[in-house]
């Protein structure tokens, strides 16, 4: 499953950041690393982007992005 299928307001874990490169080094500044808990918590009208919540702070990404992320349930 990948962060851009899952539901709002559910606690996931990212057990993978897939994508290229400079996608992945990117993503993983943000703060999205393996084995941090990511909540979506807000997706935009037309579907992206997505704002989601992780260690206390509030994102913005692309759902492109989004589903090179892999998560699971908590």
């Known amino acids: ?20 490169r400079s996608l ?5 500044e943000l703060g999205l690393v393996p084995g941090t808990t990511v909540t979506v918590s807000k997706v935009a009208p ?7 919540r992780a260690r206390g702070c509030s994102l913005s990404i692309r759902s492109a ?6 998560v699971a349930p908590c």
Request: aromatic share 0%; no cysteine.
């Open 1 to 20: 499953m990948t962060l851009a299928d899952v539901k709002l307001d559910v606690p996931m874990v990212v057990t993978a950041v897939g994508g290229e």
């Open 24 to 28: 992945r080094r990117r993503l993983m």
């Open 46 to 52: 037309l579907g992206d982007p997505l704002e989601l």
């Open 65 to 70: 992005d989004a589903r090179q992320i892999a």
